[in-house]
C-alpha cells in the first residue's frame, strides 16, 4: 500500500484527524492524543462552539468545517469519523478515495447499500477501516467467544441477550438520536444501541437464516424505543431484548446467556 501512511511511519508519527467533535469524537480524541506514535493533526466540525472552546486549549492543531477542505490541506494518514450515523457512509467513502485509514462510529451506515458502497471504496483504495463495536474487544466477551468456538459448551441450543441502559425516560425529539431520516440523524435504538448487543451475536454465532423483530416507541415520536428480536440459525435460535428507556439501569448493561447440550 503506497499512501501517507508510510511517510508517517518513517518520521514515527501517525497524523490523525477527528470528524465530528460530539461526546465520542471528544472520547476518541482524548484516548489516542497522549499515544507517543499519534500527531492528533486536526480536528473538524460546523459546531462553532466546539471549535471555539478547543482552539484555546490546542494551539499546535488545525481546525476546520469542511472535511474535504481538510483532507485537500492537510496530509494525514487516518481519519476517525463520530458524526451522526447518517452521515458515516458519505464521509467513510470521501476518506476511503483521499488514501485515508478508517475508524468510523458505530453503526458504519443507516442501510445495507451504503455500508457495501464503503466497504467497495475501502477495498479498492487498499486502506485499513474499523467500525468502533468495542464490545468485542471487553475481555469477558473475548473470553466467551474462546468458550463457545472451543466447542466447550458442545451443541449450541440456543442463546439470550439483552443491552439495557436508562437514558431516554421522558420525550426528548431534539437530537439526532431521535430522528429517523439518514440526512438528518439515522437515530433509534436499534442504530445507536441495540446495534452493540447485534454485533455480538453475530460475532459469536453468525449470520442468522432469519430475523423477526417487534419494536416499540416509548418516548419517541419518530424513532423506537425498544426492541425484541428473534434470530432464526436453523438447528438452533435466540433473542435479544434491548432499550434505552429502562428505567433500572445507570449504566449500559450487556449480557448474553447460551446454553448448550454441556
Given at each position: 500500500?503506497?499512501?501517507?501512511?508510510?511517510?508517517?511511519?518513517?518520521?514515527?508519527?501517525?497524523?490523525?484527524?477527528?470528524?465530528?467533535?460530539?461526546?465520542?469524537?471528544?472520547?476518541?480524541?482524548?484516548?489516542?492524543?497522549?499515544?507517543?506514535?499519534?500527531?492528533?493533526?486536526?480536528?473538524?466540525?460546523?459546531?462553532?462552539?466546539?471549535?471555539?472552546?478547543?482552539?484555546?486549549?490546542?494551539?499546535?492543531?488545525?481546525?476546520?468545517?469542511?472535511?474535504?477542505?481538510?483532507?485537500?490541506?492537510?496530509?494525514?494518514?487516518?481519519?476517525?469519523?463520530?458524526?451522526?450515523t447518517?452521515?458515516?457512509?458519505?464521509?467513510?467513502?470521501?476518506?476511503?478515495?483521499?488514501?485515508?485509514?478508517?475508524?468510523?462510529?458505530?453503526?458504519?451506515?443507516?442501510?445495507?447499500k451504503?455500508?457495501?458502497?464503503?466497504?467497495?471504496?475501502?477495498?479498492?483504495?487498499?486502506?485499513?477501516?474499523?467500525?468502533?463495536?468495542?464490545?468485542?474487544?471487553?475481555?469477558?466477551?473475548?473470553?466467551?467467544?474462546?468458550?463457545?468456538?472451543?466447542?466447550?459448551?458442545?451443541?449450541?441450543?440456543?442463546?439470550s441477550?439483552?443491552k439495557?441502559?436508562?437514558?431516554?425516560?421522558?420525550?426528548?425529539?431534539?437530537?439526532?438520536?431521535?430522528?429517523?431520516?439518514?440526512?438528518?440523524?439515522?437515530?433509534?435504538?436499534?442504530?445507536?444501541?441495540?446495534?452493540?448487543?447485534?454485533?455480538?451475536?453475530?460475532?459469536?454465532?453468525?449470520?442468522?437464516?432469519?430475523?423477526?423483530?417487534?419494536?416499540?416507541s416509548?418516548?419517541?415520536?419518530?424513532?423506537?424505543?425498544?426492541?425484541?428480536?428473534?434470530?432464526?440459525?436453523?438447528?438452533?435460535?435466540?433473542?435479544?431484548?434491548?432499550?434505552?428507556?429502562?428505567?433500572?439501569?445507570?449504566?449500559?448493561?450487556t449480557?448474553?446467556?447460551?446454553?448448550?447440550?454441556?
Amino acid at each position: 500500500m503506497q499512501n501517507s501512511a508510510s511517510k508517517s511511519n518513517e518520521s514515527g508519527a501517525i497524523k490523525v484527524a477527528v470528524i465530528g467533535l460530539g461526546k465520542m469524537g471528544l472520547v476518541h480524541a482524548s484516548t489516542i492524543r497522549p499515544h507517543p506514535r499519534i500527531e492528533l493533526a486536526a480536528f473538524c466540525d460546523t459546531s462553532k462552539f466546539m471549535v471555539q472552546s478547543l482552539r484555546a486549549f490546542l494551539p499546535a492543531v488545525r481546525f476546520f468545517d469542511d472535511f474535504r477542505k481538510m483532507l485537500a490541506e492537510e496530509e494525514l494518514d487516518a481519519v476517525y469519523i463520530t458524526t451522526p450515523t447518517g452521515s458515516h457512509a458519505p464521509i467513510a467513502g470521501e476518506c476511503a478515495r483521499a488514501g485515508k485509514h478508517l475508524f468510523v462510529e458505530k453503526p458504519l451506515a443507516t442501510n445495507l447499500k451504503e455500508a457495501e458502497s464503503v466497504a467497495r471504496e475501502v477495498r479498492a483504495s487498499g486502506v485499513r477501516s474499523h467500525v468502533g463495536y468495542v464490545c468485542r474487544y471487553m475481555p469477558t466477551f473475548e473470553r466467551a467467544k474462546e468458550i463457545l468456538d472451543a466447542g466447550a459448551l458442545g451443541r449450541v441450543l440456543g442463546f439470550s441477550a439483552v443491552k439495557y441502559s436508562s437514558d431516554v425516560l421522558r420525550n426528548v425529539e431534539k437530537s439526532w438520536r431521535f430522528m429517523r431520516k439518514a440526512s438528518e440523524g439515522g437515530g433509534g435504538v436499534v442504530n445507536e444501541f441495540a446495534c452493540h448487543g447485534i454485533d455480538l451475536v453475530v460475532w459469536m454465532f453468525g449470520e442468522p437464516k432469519g430475523v423477526h423483530a417487534r419494536m416499540e416507541s416509548w418516548y419517541s415520536s419518530d424513532v423506537e424505543d425498544y426492541v425484541h428480536a428473534m434470530f432464526d440459525y436453523g438447528e438452533f435460535s435466540g433473542w435479544i431484548d434491548s432499550s434505552w428507556s429502562m428505567q433500572d439501569y445507570r449504566k449500559p448493561y450487556t449480557r448474553i446467556e447460551v446454553t448448550g447440550e454441556n
